[in-house]
T-cell receptor, first 114, second 112 residues
Framework: AQKVTQAQTEISVVEKEDVTLDCVYE???????LFWYKQPPSGELVFLIR??????QNEISGRYSWNFQKSTSSFNFTITASQVVDSAVYFC???????????FGDGTTLTVKP | DAGVTQSPTHLIKTRGQQVTLRCSPI?????VSWYQQVLGQGPQFIFQ???????GRGNFPDRFSARQFPNYSSELNVNALLLGDSALYLC???????????FGAGTRLSVL
């Protein structure tokens, strides 16, 4: 069985603060893909990143960075110097070897105040 | 290029009725997945289709069914609607089954 846990239900920060969103996953598959999506108030899920289980390199894209640690089954997401436009619900997701089944966490609502 | 398009945007039905939701994938994408998102929760996987065949099914009752057409568009059908079926229904398309999924804006279904 697959499971994705985002323990932080809501986070509130002040603009320019750094913030880390946690994601812990469970899977019996040896090959799998991890994703982060952003869901702004408009409702459409926006893809942010995909990482496969063989690639543990951290990734940085502008103000966003991701830390994948297979040893702790975690795939955390950090926003540096947060902005009001970063306010949204962020979802972590996993697709295992059985590509037909995707599992999402329950999301973390991030509020960035000016 | 057009993204994933879903219709209708909103829908109001009464208990016991049937509903059909439609999805057009991004051009060139052969895989379509359907998700149900209840307020305050993450998307729950319902179905995935690839090349017109069902590749995966989530933990949903048989009242939920889907199909994919030769042009890769897809329909999700829900029979005998229950109040608990009220949710945002999301469609996502990808080139292959394991690729990045791109989501549509969803259909918000309200069952009264």
């Amino acid at each position: 069985a697959q499971k994705v846990t985002q323990a932080q239900t809501e986070i509130s920060v002040v603009e320019k603060e750094d913030v880390t969103l946690d994601c812990v996953y469970e899977t019996r598959d040896t090959t799998y893909y991890l994703f982060w999506y952003k869901q702004p108030p408009s409702g459409e899920l926006v893809f942010l990143i995909r990482r496969n289980s063989f690639d543990e390199q951290n990734e940085i894209s502008g103000r966003y960075s991701w830390n994948f640690q297979k040893s702790t089954s975690s795939f955390n997401f950090t926003i540096t110097a947060s902005q009001v436009v970063d306010s949204a619900v962020y979802f972590c997701a996993l697709i295992g070897t059985n590509a037909g089944k995707s599992t999402f966490g329950d999301g973390t609502t991030l509020t960035v105040k000016p | 290029d057009a993204g994933v398009t879903q219709s209708p945007t909103h829908l109001i039905k009464t208990r016991g009725q049937q509903v059909t939701l439609r999805c057009s994938p991004i051009s060139g994408h052969k895989s379509v997945s359907w998700y149900q998102q209840v307020l305050g929760q993450g998307p729950q996987f319902i179905f995935q289709y690839y090349e017109k065949e069902e590749r995966g099914r989530g933990n949903f009752p048989d009242r939920f069914s889907a199909r994919q057409f030769p042009n890769y568009s897809s329909e999700l059908n829900v029979n005998a609607l229950l109040l608990g079926d009220s949710a945002l229904y999301l469609c996502a398309s990808s080139v292959l089954a394991k690729n990045i999924q791109y989501f549509g804006a969803g259909t918000r279904l309200s069952v009264l």
